[in-house]
């Protein structure tokens, strides 16, 4: 089964997931009935796998069936999800023992985000499942989240200030006003007698 979740973006992944079934079995059935109706979980089956987001297996996984479910997932978009669903995809059931042509787990080929036990699961422990999924994905999002804000956060340095006067009450400190390094570095004592001797030269010219 494979459902989509939605492609716009992973928040509105948790409401509308859209499966597509693998090794579809009679529980299918029961789950997309009247009574338990999975479309008002946002549950939209999907035939293509290029369209989903969610893929749920169910029954045996044998050798030959194997490469085709490999394929399915690496067809499926990111994000992409899997639940197991039924002891016999999670283990091989009862036909996993003696069997040579038995995949032992279906989480030997494929990530498995949910494990559904059940032989058969009831479609409320389905349900369930998506539920739990659904947490699953609201978590991610939290996470990208905080890692796209501590990512994006600009980080900047103490800088040291100190108090001032103000210099817009008329009282100016001349501390802070240019003054000349000529007469700035000049005492004032031999700056007014060189005026004075320039004067008296100038007079007595």
């Known amino acids: 089964m494979i459902f989509q979740i939605g492609q716009d ?4 992944r948790r409401f509308s997931l859209e499966p597509i079934v693998v090794l579809l079995n009679l529980l299918h059935y029961s789950i997309v009935g009247s009574r338990f109706d999975f479309d008002r979980y946002g549950l939209v089956p999907r035939s293509s796998p290029r369209q ?3 893929i749920l297996t169910a029954g045996t996984v044998t050798m030959k069936r194997a490469p085709s479910l490999v394929r399915l997932y690496e067809q499926m978009p990111e994000p992409k999800y899997v639940i197991a669903m039924g002891a016999c995809t999670i283990t091989g059931g009862m036909f996993s023992t003696d069997s040579y042509s038995t995949v032992r787990g279906v989480d030997k080929l494929i990530p498995v985000d949910v494990y559904l036990p059940g ?3 009831k479609p409320k422990a389905v349900i369930d499942a998506i539920t739990k999924l659904r947490k699953k ?3 991610e999002i939290y996470e990208d989240r905080i890692r796209s ?4 956060r600009c ?3 103490n800088h040291k200030s100190r108090a001032g006067r103000s210099m817009n009450n008329g009282n100016y400190d001349q501390r802070f006003l240019y003054q000349p390094p000529s007469t700035s570095e000049i005492p004032t ?3 007014f007698k060189h005026q004075s001797s ?6 007595v010219n």
């Open 198 to 203: 320039v004067s008296s030269h100038e007079l």
């Open 9 to 12: 973006s992973l928040v509105y």
């Open 155 to 157: 980080f900047t340095t």
């Open 119 to 121: 032989c058969p699961p």
């Open 189 to 191: 004592e031999t700056f």
């Open 52 to 54: 989903a987001d969610l």
């Open 137 to 139: 994905i609201s978590r």
């Open 149 to 152: 804000q501590q990512k994006n």
